[in-house]
């Protein structure tokens, strides 16, 4: 469905905070979500110091350090930019790639972001645009994405599969800066995917059916995949460790990492319960929604469920979740 976008998105960036009610809400930008265990401690260091103590994991694998006193975000912008994580001044609210978080793909990730920073005329492309690298995340409804040699566009396989991936994707970029009028997302462009699979060649039948394919918390292989509470973790946890952070509110870690607040155990009662940001930070929530969540927590369920401070409903996961939706008075249950 075309969408005109009257107004800019408002995504925030590391250094071009959002001020939410609880202070500066800084986004910082993980291509592909893996940390060294230096820039971690970057991060880990700048939210003791600078936030609240906490690092939120969002549902594209980037993270936020909130609770930024004013003007704290220069010191934040600075500190980012000496560890590498700001590398481009122009492009950086962009840079969303996701990859299959068990998948060695960081290297294909690190080359697709560069090359995307690298076009002048990407640096205005919105901050909801996404790429998908993986199978595991193809259904995560990137504007670009590969599968193997399958490029996907707006979520779906075009059919079209490329040689070069690195090229093809700033291809299809290029093309969807030029047709994108006000659009936020290809799938909000008329005939959008068509204008550009034909701009960049001679589709085949579109074959690879895309998937999210969360990974569950736990060993896996030479790794360990720690979930993340409510998906905020305290900053003071995971000190020298290299991480790699999942759109599921989880990090994979080295195994025999020190796991302390955290869950290895897809039984724990954590796995699956997400939360939008609630109270103190919102200022448009009914309620502490993440404390109401936590108080929750060993009420036996089954599959995804998403608590939000009001009808906004942000942070819902894609796919079948059961919601709690605060009202004013309680919480309204949907299924
Ligand atoms: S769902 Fe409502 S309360 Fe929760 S973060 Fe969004 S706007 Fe705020």
């Given amino acids: 469905?075309?969408?005109?976008?009257?107004?800019?998105?408002?995504?925030?960036?590391?250094?071009?905070?959002?001020?939410?009610?609880?202070?500066?809400?800084?986004?910082?930008?993980?291509?592909?979500?893996?940390?060294?265990?230096?820039?971690?401690?970057?991060?880990?260091?700048?939210?003791?110091?600078?936030?609240?103590?906490?690092?939120?994991?969002?549902?594209?694998?980037?993270?936020?350090?909130?609770?930024?006193?004013?003007?704290?975000?220069?010191?934040?912008?600075?500190?980012?930019?000496?560890?590498?994580?700001?590398?481009?001044?122009?492009?950086?609210?962009?840079?969303?790639i996701i990859a299959a978080p068990l998948e060695d793909n960081q290297d294909l990730v690190d080359a697709v972001d560069a090359?995307?920073?690298?076009?002048?005329?990407?640096?205005?492309?919105?901050?909801?645009?996404?790429?998908?690298?993986?199978?595991?995340?193809?259904?995560?409804?990137?504007?670009?994405?590969?599968?193997?040699?399958?490029?996907?566009?707006?979520?779906?396989?075009?059919g079209l599969r490329v040689t070069d991936p690195v090229a093809s994707v700033v291809a299809a970029a290029r093309e969807f800066q030029a047709i994108r009028g006000t659009a936020w997302r290809l799938s909000e462009v008329d005939g959008g995917v068509r204008r550009i699979t034909a701009a960049l060649g001679v589709p085949g039948p579109a074959v690879v059916a895309p998937a999210v394919i969360p990974v569950a918390p736990g060993p896996h292989g030479d790794r360990v995949v720690a979930g993340v509470p409510l998906g905020r973790l305290d900053a003071r946890l995971l000190a020298g460790t290299p991480v790699r952070v999942t759109p599921w509110r989880s990090v994979v870690v080295p195994p025999g990492t020190d796991t302390s607040g955290l869950f290895t155990d897809p039984a724990s009662p954590w796995h699956g319960v997400s939360a939008c940001t609630g109270r103190p930070g919102c200022a448009k929530s009914l309620t502490d929604v993440r404390a109401d969540a936590s108080r929750w927590i060993g009420t036996p369920h089954r599959g995804s469920v998403h608590w939000s401070g009001c009808a906004r409903r942000c942070g819902r996961p894609a796919g079948d979740v059961v919601e709690f939706v605060a009202t004013g008075d309680g919480y309204e249950e949907i299924r």
């Fill in 1 to 96: 469905m075309p969408q005109d976008r009257e107004r800019p998105d408002a995504c925030p960036g590391a250094v071009d905070v959002h001020r939410a009610a609880d202070g500066g809400l800084a986004r910082v930008r993980l291509p592909g979500g893996t940390l060294t265990a230096a820039r971690f401690d970057v991060l880990r260091r700048a939210a003791l110091e600078l936030g609240d103590g906490g690092i939120e994991l969002t549902s594209r694998a980037n993270v936020q350090i909130r609770g930024l006193a004013p003007g704290a975000e220069h010191e934040l912008g600075a500190r980012l930019r000496a560890a590498g994580l700001l590398p481009s001044p122009t492009h950086e609210r962009m840079r969303n």
């Fill in 115 to 158: 090359a995307l920073c690298r076009v002048p005329g990407l640096a205005d492309l919105p901050g909801r645009f996404l790429v998908t690298i993986g199978a595991a995340v193809s259904g995560l409804g990137g504007d670009i994405g590969l599968v193997g040699d399958a490029l996907f566009l707006a979520g779906r396989d075009s």
